[in-house]
């Protein structure tokens, strides 16, 4: 209860963090069934939580994908939280450029690939990357 007073957590996430504090595996999976049952444990709202916090970040959907499966969340759970918001993410990718870059247009070739890099390295797919470089905004 202790970690999720802090914040959420995925099942497999809490279940490693419970096995790494010393507590018999024996006893963990019944413990997580009767969470989840009493509703105080969902992986669909962990996910929903996670990815918004990261978004809100800068991060884009390759990275936040990355991250929720190293949390051992399932790939169904991961594609229905990001591929419903694919044209919000183009406008996420502009906004962490503008951030990071300022909104002035690309002076060359060079500025525009060291951008790209930027948005390639904080998980934005090359459309999105195209999108926010080349000034195509979904607003």
């Not at 989840?36 to 990261?54: I, K, M």
């Not at 990275?63 to 991961?78: N, P, T």
Request: glycine letters at 8%; proline letters at 4%; one cysteine or more.
């Amino acid at each position: 209860m202790d970690l999720l007073a802090r914040r959420e957590h995925g099942s497999a996430e809490l279940r490693s963090k419970l096995i790494v504090k010393g507590y018999p595996e024996p006893l963990i999976d019944p413990v997580l069934s009767t969470l989840a049952t009493e509703g105080l444990q969902n992986d669909e709202r962990f996910v929903e939580v996670f990815v918004r916090s990261r978004r809100e970040r800068g991060f884009g959907p390759l990275k936040i994908a990355a991250e929720l499966r190293q949390r051992g969340v399932s790939d169904e759970c991961i594609d229905a939280a990001l591929d419903s918001r694919d044209r919000d993410w183009r406008v996420a990718a502009a906004a962490a450029r503008d951030k990071r870059f300022g909104a002035a247009p690309l002076a060359d070739f060079k500025e525009r690939a060291r951008q790209a890099r930027f948005l390639h390295g904080r998980g934005y797919t090359s459309e999105q990357i195209r999108a926010a470089l080349g000034g195509e905004r979904d607003e």
